[in-house]
C-alpha cells in the first residue's frame, strides 16, 4: 500500500492534476482489454514530460514501488494490470508528435500518440507508419512498442519493432538512457530490438522514433468464398508457394462472419471459410499479380470472388474484419481471444483438433486468422451465466495454446504475454530459456519493480543464477518465498 | 587475460581434447584451436573456460578478425563442425541453420526450392551465418527486405557459463518472451555462442534488371535519389558509389517481366538529365571489391539517408586537400562502407572529422579495419552512447567473469 509519504512524493512529481488517488477514479484503470482481471492500483500518475516520468519512477525505485505504465489500455493479455498497490503512469498526456523527417523518412512521438494519428501525420507526403493492430484509432504508440504489436499487414511490412529505429527510455532506476539511433545500426547491443516486445518489464519509453513507409501505389483487396477455412488456407499455401507477398492474408471462418455481418454489414459472402487478400505495389504488377491469386482461387473451388472496387469498399472490407474480435458479443454472452501461432502448413490439422477440443466439452470456438503468418485468433465462446463454463472456456482456451506449442508455433503473435499467458510462456519456453531472458531483466531492473510479475511464470530474485532451478539462498532461509 | 596460473595452455589444449577429440583441439599461435562437433561440445568448452576463467574468441569462417578491438584469447572456438541446414520448411517459408554454415552452402540448399535469405554479406563463400550474425553484417538487398533483426526469427545460443539457452521460435510472427536473438545479432561474440540461427525467407528474385546512373559529383544525386525513395518504384538495392573521377549510382529492381521496361522508363526519367544506362549485375560486387582492395583504413558509416550524398561529396573533397584517397559506397537505407589510402595521421584525423559531421544527427562510423599505428590513437567503435553503463551491465549478468571476447566490443566491453 501507498503511504501519506509516497503520495506526497508522487503528487510532488507530477504536480496535483496529475495525480489520482480517489478509489471510484482509480477504477477507471483496474484492467486493461483483458478485462477478467482487475486490480486497484494504489494511484495513477498523469506525467507531461520525460522529466516527470524520472521524477516518478525514481520515487518508486526510492521506496521499491511496483509501477505499470499504460497506453490506451487496449492491450489483450492484462500487460497493463496494475500491481496491487502500486503506481499505474498513464503516458496518455505525452501525445506530441514532436517531429516529422519526411526526408529521412522518420517520425519521433511520444509515446502517448495515437497509432492511427501518426499515419495520419504524414499521409499528405504519401507515407505511412505501418503497424496496423485492430485498435489502431485508440492505441497508443507506447503499448504498441511495449507489445511489439502487429496487425494485420505485418505479412509484409513486419511488426512494430521493424519500424522502431530508436528510443528513448525511463529505466526502473530512473535514469534516462537513448537506445538506438534515426540511422541504422548504432554501435553497441541493439537494445532498442530488446526492449521493444518487453511489455513494460525494462522501462517507461518517453519518446520513440519510428520509421515510415512510402504510401503503395496501389492496393487492392479480393476477397473469395471457400467452402471451409482450410480451402481457404490451401490457397494461402499456393498464393506463398507462387512467390507472392501479398501485403495481407486473412481467413474469417462462418462463426466470426455471422458475427461481423451483424455488427458492420460488412457484405462478406456467407461461406464456410472467407478469404481475404490484399496486394500493394506498383499498379501493372497488382494487376498481373491479382489474376494469379483470382486463377489459384478458382483452383481451390471458390464459389465467390470478388474485388473491392473502391477504397469505400475496401475499408468497409477491413472494417468488418477489424471488428471481429468485438463483433463476438453479438453471438455470445462472452468470450475468450487467443492469440497463438502455428507454421502455416500445420493450420489444417490445428484447425481440425481445435474443431474436435471444443466439440469435446460442448463449447464454439470461432476463427479469425493472419493465415500468411499462421497466426491464429481462436475466440471461444461461452456464457459466464452458466456455472463453470468460464472455467471449462479458459482452460480450453489455454489447450489451444498447448497445441500451437506443440506444433512448432508459439503462445502469441502479438497480443503479449502479460499476465494471461506466464504460465504458457513456461510452456514454451525451458527453465534455462527463461533464466537467460531474465538476466536481461535484471541488468534493466534489478529491484523487479517495472511492471513485476507478469510475462514470466514465476517472479525471481535477481541474484538468482541461471541454468537448472536452484532455491534462492533468502529462499533456503525462509525470508523470502518464490513461487 | 592469460588461462588460469594453475593450467598450461598443454594442460587445457588435454582436456578440451577430451571433450571434442585429439584432432579438434590444436595447440597454435599461443592459443587453443578447438572444434567442437555440436552444441553439447560448444557447452563443454564454455564451461571448462568459464570454470578456469580462461577467454574464448568464438569465430567461424575467420574473414573479419580485425573487426572491433584485438582479442588474444587462448581459447579459439571455431562453429566448422556445426555446418548442416537442419531444416527448411520451405512452405512455410522458414529454416534452421547451424552457426558454422557457410553463407552460400546454405543459400544453395534453400534455392533448391526457389528461396533465400534476403542479406547479402560480405564473403559469402567463406563467412558463416553465426559470425556474420555476430556481427551484424548486411548489403545491398537490406533496403528492401530489412537487415538481420527482421530476418532472424530465433536462435539457440551457449551462454559463457555453458547453458544452452533458445530464443524466439521458428513462426515468423511471435512476441513470447525476450527477443534475445535481437540482443545476441551484433553482440560480436561478447555474450555468448550462436550455435543455431532460424530464419524467414523470401523467394529467390527471379526477374531482375539493373541500371546505373553517372556524375562527376555525388552532391548532383540528392534530388533524383529523394525522387526515387517518394516514389512508388519498389527497388530491391541502391547504392552510391563515390569516387573521385567518377560517381555512380546503382539501382536493381526485380519485379514480373513485362513491368520491368515500364520501371525503366520512370527511372530515366527521374534521373534525366543524367546519363541512364542498363548495368551489368557485377556492379553489386562493388562492397564486396573494397574490402577486398589494398586499403589501409575501412569504415562502416551509418547517416541519415538523406544526407548521405552530401556527406560523402564533402568528405571526397575535403580529404583530397589533406592527401587522403577515399573510395566511398552507400546505400540509399544510409549504411556507408568508405576506404581510405593515407598516412597514419591524416587517416585518423580523416575518421574524427567524419564523425564530426554525422554526430549531430545520430550517425555514427565505426572503423572496421585500421593500420596498427592508428590504433592507439582511435576509438574503433567510436560509441558515446549514454546506454553503455546498462550494456556494461548485461554483458556483466551474461558473462560476470568476462571469458567470452573480453573487450572486443563498444567500451572495451
Known amino acids: 500500500m501507498l503511504s501519506h509519504t509516497h503520495i506526497a512524493e508522487l503528487r510532488a512529481a507530477v504536480g496535483h492534476d496529475g495525480l489520482i488517488t480517489a478509489p471510484n477514479q482509480l477504477q477507471t484503470y483496474e484492467c486493461d482489454g483483458l478485462t477478467n482481471f482487475r486490480v486497484l492500483p494504489g494511484a495513477v500518475v498523469l506525467p507531461r514530460s520525460a522529466a516527470e516520468v524520472q521524477a516518478v519512477v ?62 495520419q501525420r504524414v499521409a499528405p507526403s504519401g507515407y505511412f507508419y505501418a503497424p496496423d493492430p485492430s485498435s489502431q484509432s485508440v492505441c497508443t504508440i507506447g503499448g504498441n512498442v511495449a507489445e511489439n504489436s502487429g496487425g494485420a499487414h505485418c505479412l ?38 530488446v526492449f521493444v516486445g518487453s511489455e513494460g518489464t525494462l522501462g517507461v519509453a518517453t519518446r520513440i522514433t519510428l520509421r515510415i513507409v512510402k504510401r503503395p501505389e496501389v492496393v487492392q483487396t479480393l476477397l473469395a468464398a471457400f467452402g471451409s477455412p482450410q480451402a481457404a488456407g490451401q490457397t494461402v499455401s499456393d498464393i506463398i508457394a507462387a512467390g507472392m507477398l501479398p501485403s495481407a492474408l486473412e481467413i474469417m471462418d462462418a462463426l466470426s462472419i455471422e458475427a461481423a455481418e451483424a455488427a458492420v454489414h460488412a457484405h462478406y459472402p456467407m461461406c464456410g471459410g472467407l478469404l481475404l487478400v490484399e496486394l500493394d505495389g506498383p499498379a501493372s504488377e497488382v494487376e498481373t499479380l491479382m489474376r494469379e491469386v483470382r486463377a489459384l482461387s478458382e483452383k481451390n473451388g471458390a464459389t465467390e470472388i470478388r474485388v473491392a472496387q473502391s477504397d469505400e469498399e475496401r475499408m468497409l472490407v477491413w472494417k468488418g474484419r477489424k471488428a471481429a474480435f468485438a463483433a463476438m458479443g453479438r453471438i455470445s454472452p462472452n468470450y475468450i481471444v487467443q492469440d497463438g501461432v502455428i507454421p502455416r502448413t500445420a493450420l489444417p490439422r490445428v484447425l481440425a483438433e481445435i474443431e474436435r477440443m ?5 463449447l464454439r470456438v470461432a476463427n479469425v486468422f493472419h493465415a500468411g503468418d499462421g497466426n491464429l485468433h481462436p475466440l471461444v465462446l461461452y456464457d459466464r451465466s452458466i456455472e463453470g463454463q468460464e472455467e471449462v472456456a479458459l482452460d480450453l482456451s489455454y489447450r489451444i495454446l498447448h497445441l500451437c506449442v506443440d506444433n512448432g508455433g508459439s503462445i502469441t503473435g502479438e497480443h503479449g504475454v502479460g499476465k494471461e499467458k506466464q504460465e504458457a510462456l513456461g510452456y514454451m519456453f525451458t527453465e534455462p530459456d527463461l533464466a537467460t531472458m531474465q538476466l536481461v531483466r535484471c541488468a534493466f531492473d534489478p529491484e523487479n519493480i517495472a511492471n513485476p510479475d507478469k510475462v514470466f511464470p514465476r517472479p525471481r530474485l535477481c541474484a538468482e543464477k541461471p541454468g537448472p532451478y536452484t532455491p534462492h539462498p533468502l529462499e533456503t532461509a525462509g525470508v523470502a518465498e518464490i513461487f | 587475460m592469460s588461462t588460469s ?15 571434442v577429440g585429439e584432432e579438434f583441439a590444436d595447440l597454435r599461435d599461443n592459443s587453443v584451436a578447438v572444434a567442437p562437433a555440436d552444441i553439447g561440445q560448444i557447452a563443454e568448452t564454455l564451461r571448462f573456460a568459464y570454470d578456469n576463467q580462461i577467454a574464448v ?41 547451424e552457426a558454422g554454415a557457410t553463407w552460400s552452402a546454405m543459400q544453395a540448399e534453400l534455392a533448391r526450392h526457389g528461396q533465400m535469405v534476403a542479406l547479402d554479406p560480405l564473403w559469402p563463400d567463406h563467412a558463416t551465418v553465426g559470425g556474420i550474425a555476430a556481427v551484424n553484417d548486411s548489403g545491398a538487398l537490406r533496403l528492401r527486405y530489412g537487415g538481420l533483426r527482421d530476418l532472424i526469427l530465433g536462435m539457440t545460443i551457449v551462454l559463457a557459463d555453458g547453458t544452452i539457452a533458445k530464443t524466439g521460435g521458428k513462426v515468423v510472427k511471435n512476441v513470447a518472451g525476450y527477443d534475445l536473438h535481437k540482443l545476441m545479432t551484433g553482440s560480436f561474440g561478447t555474450l555468448g555462442v550462436i550455435a543455431e540461427v532460424n530464419f524467414r525467407l523470401h523467394p529467390i528474385e527471379e526477374h531482375t534488371r539493373t541500371w546505373s546512373v553517372t556524375a562527376t559529383d555525388a552532391a548532383q544525386f540528392s534530388p533524383p535519389l529523394r525522387a526515387l525513395l517518394d516514389s512508388q518504384i519498389v527497388p530491391s538495392c541502391v547504392q552510391v558509389r563515390v569516387e573521385r573521377e567518377q560517381c555512380a549510382v546503382d539501382i536493381r529492381i526485380a519485379a514480373v517481366p513485362h513491368c520491368l521496361d515500364e520501371h525503366a522508363d520512370r527511372l530515366e526519367k527521374i534521373f534525366a538529365p543524367l546519363n541512364f544506362t542498363a548495368s551489368a549485375e557485377e556492379v553489386w560486387q562493388a562492397r564486396q571489391q573494397l574490402f577486398d582492395g589494398d586499403y589501409a583504413v575501412l569504415l562502416k558509416a551509418s547517416l541519415l539517408p538523406a544526407t548521405i550524398c552530401t556527406v560523402l561529396s564533402e568528405l571526397l573533397q575535403r580529404a583530397a586537400c589533406n592527401g587522403v584517397e577515399i573510395h566511398a559506397l552507400a546505400q540509399a537505407n544510409g549504411l556507408a562502407t568508405i576506404a581510405l589510402t593515407a598516412a597514419a595521421e591524416p587517416a585518423a584525423a580523416c575518421v574524427e572529422d567524419l564523425r564530426a559531421a554525422v554526430r549531430g544527427s545520430g550517425g555514427s562510423v565505426v572503423a572496421l579495419q585500421l593500420p596498427d599505428e592508428v590504433r592507439g590513437r582511435l576509438d574503433v567503435w567510436g560509441c558515446d552512447s549514454d546506454a553503455l553503463p546498462l550494456m556494461r551491465e548485461i554483458k556483466r549478468r551474461f558473462d560476470s567473469r568476462q571469458i567470452l571476447n573480453p573487450g572486443r566490443f563498444v567500451g572495451n566491453i
Open chain 1, 58 to 119: 525514481r520515487v518508486c525505485a526510492r521506496h521499491k514501488i511496483p509501477f505499470v505504465s499504460r497506453g490506451a489500455g487496449t492491450g489483450l493479455s492484462g500487460g497493463a494490470l496494475p500491481a496491487e498497490g502500486g503506481v499505474v503512469i498513464s503516458l496518455a498526456r505525452m501525445n506530441r508528435i514532436l517531429e516529422v523527417d519526411i526526408a529521412n523518412r522518420y517520425v519521433v512521438v511520444e509515446p502517448g500518440v495515437i497509432n492511427a494519428h501518426v499515419t
Open chain 1, 156 to 193: 509484409k511490412y513486419g511488426f512494430t519493432v521493424t519500424h522502431t529505429l530508436a528510443l528513448e527510455v525511463v529505466l526502473p532506476n530512473g535514469e534516462l538512457v537513448n537506445l538506438g539511433s534515426a540511422t541504422l545500426d548504432a554501435p553497441g547491443y541493439d537494445l532498442t530490438g
Open chain 1, 358 to 362: 471444443a466439440a469435446a466439452v460442448n
Open chain 2, 5 to 19: 596460473p594453475v593450467l598450461s595452455l598443454e594442460d587445457a589444449r588435454l582436456h578440451l581434447a577430451s571433450i
Open chain 2, 57 to 97: 574468441t568464438p569465430g567461424g569462417g575467420g574473414t573479419k578478425p580485425g573487426w572491433g578491438n584485438p582479442v588474444a584469447a587462448p581459447i579459439r572456438l571455431s562453429t566448422r563442425r556445426l555446418r548442416s541446414v537442419r531444416e527448411h520448411s520451405w512452405h512455410d517459408m522458414t529454416c534452421s541453420v
